[in-house]
């Protein structure tokens, strides 16, 4: 088994044509690793509706020139059996992205040139720049297909790959099957042409098209008062969202200045994701130093690619006079988007994932909008016909499908803010609005246990352990439904995951797609007479919550 393992990495080494990793794996090598190796060669990164993602590295299972190489021929053969390779003017044209992180430029390069040796024309973004930039620059230049190098907000030493065809939306099944399958036919790096030019670095008026679009995204003489503190998370966010802020109008964001700018090391966060823990601490620190005409009335923070936006507001401090503030959560930011879209005389579908918020199609209901419900991802959202507005709970928004078919930090940013200020001019907060739809529509509160874990087997067990010995009730609710996914449903294709609905409440169990997490998505919702009655169907709501924790918790051994 060694002498095997080490033949496999031998002839690895000789293909790599990244003399980082060849030394790595040459030290391992040297070393006799054994358990190294095998955790690098036991199998190959699996290329799904995600694309690829994982540790950078040497070897199969790791990020790394060799595996991206293989994935674009991959992909590039899969473009060609489609006919999808000949576009307007000849050669069908690939759009490359890449974000700031290590490795990040070399992976576009190398799709670049792989695409330009299999016939096709290839164009790379300027300069790393937001994945919606992308996302926009393949429907706006004919694109057949786009290739964003991102890990979005996973931890600094991954990296990942994400493909969109000419749509503009991320692939779904079965063409992720269908690329895996050319990228396994891939014999050797070597049968892989790989010009050193021929493609196109292009300029920024690809930028300043998604600039003037964002045009499209707020009402013509909207209040643009709203005065704002921002995060870019060490990402690539801040300069297209400060040029995106100028250009409607707004005062000039106030930078969390250790976190503005691009670095790949994130030192100032474990994770660079506004929705764990201590990401944002930075922010309320930024924010608590302003005051006067300079506070702030509402914290935008984007996740490293840009393609997430987080909104915090000011509240009340607990046990005192004073104010703090609290991040919103996903769901509360859907509602508003979506209340204000409503209120502006929006039509068309207004989609969200399955474990986001049941609230949304009470508003779109009560507006007589079609809603539709689809599998977590934008890949699945962006694809719901006539959509107008899209969201999932974990910070995604898409506020103009017909720029972006995917979820947009930077113009979900921008119409957060414009609401801001329309409520500002009347005196109001967006908490104000949070509080007159839950009187409206009931109080609809969402909580989510998320478990990360080293080892992805104990996942797989929980979920075993969940469809062998079903729970029948949760915090004294009984389970009124289960939903086996697996199984798919006349509205939705077949996932991993669970759904349990109960009296006033509904759970959603799932193992994460980009992250080794299971996440367990819950939602109660209480009546509300009207806004007296607010304080206490909270607590209540909260005390539930934590209740479905513990017992669902158990439930699952985790």
Known sequence: MHDELIAQAQAWLTEDPDPDTRTELAR????????????????????????????????PMRMNRSVVIRAAAGLAAYLKKQGSSQGEGGAGLVVI??????KSHDFAQDTAAVMTGAGLRAAVLPRPLPTPVLAFAIRHLGAVAGVEVTASHNPPRDNGYKVYLGDGSQIVPPADIDIAAEIAAVPSLTTVPRPTEGWETLDDSVLDAYLARTDAVLSEGSPRTAR???????????????AAFARAGFPAPVLVAEQADPDPEFPTVA???PEEPGAMDLSFATARALSGEAAPDLIIANDPDADRCAVAVQVEADGTDGTDWRMLRGDEVGALLAAHLVRRGATGTFAE??????????IAEKAGLPHVETLTGFKWIARAEGLRFGYEEALGYCVDPEGVRDKDGITAALLITELASQLKEEGRTLLDLLDDLAVEHGLHATDQLS???????LIAAAMRR????????????PITRTDDLTKGTAELPPTDGLRYTLDGARVIVRPSGTEPKLKCYLEVVIPVGSHEDLPAARAKATALLESIKRDLSTAAGI
């Not at 994932?353 to 009470?362: D, H, K, P």
């Not at 478990?451 to 087997?457: I, K, M, N, Q």
């Open 271 to 273: 994770f660079p994701n």
């Open 97 to 102: 992205g890449y974000d700031a992180r290590h």
């Open 228 to 242: 704002t503190v921002y995060t870019a998370m060490h990402g690539v966010g801040k300069d297209v969202l400060l």
């Open 451 to 457: 478990v990360r874990v080293e080892d992805l087997s």
């Open 353 to 362: 994932s399955i474990v986001s918020s049941s609230l949304l199609g009470r």
């Open 28 to 59: 391992i090598i040297d070393a006799g690793d054994h358990t190294e190796l095998a955790a690098r060669f036991s199998g190959t990164l699996q290329f799904g509706t995600a694309g690829l993602r994982g540790e950078l590295g040497a070897g």
């Open 466 to 477: 969940l469809r062998e010995q079903p729970p029948t009730e949760l915090a004294g609710l």
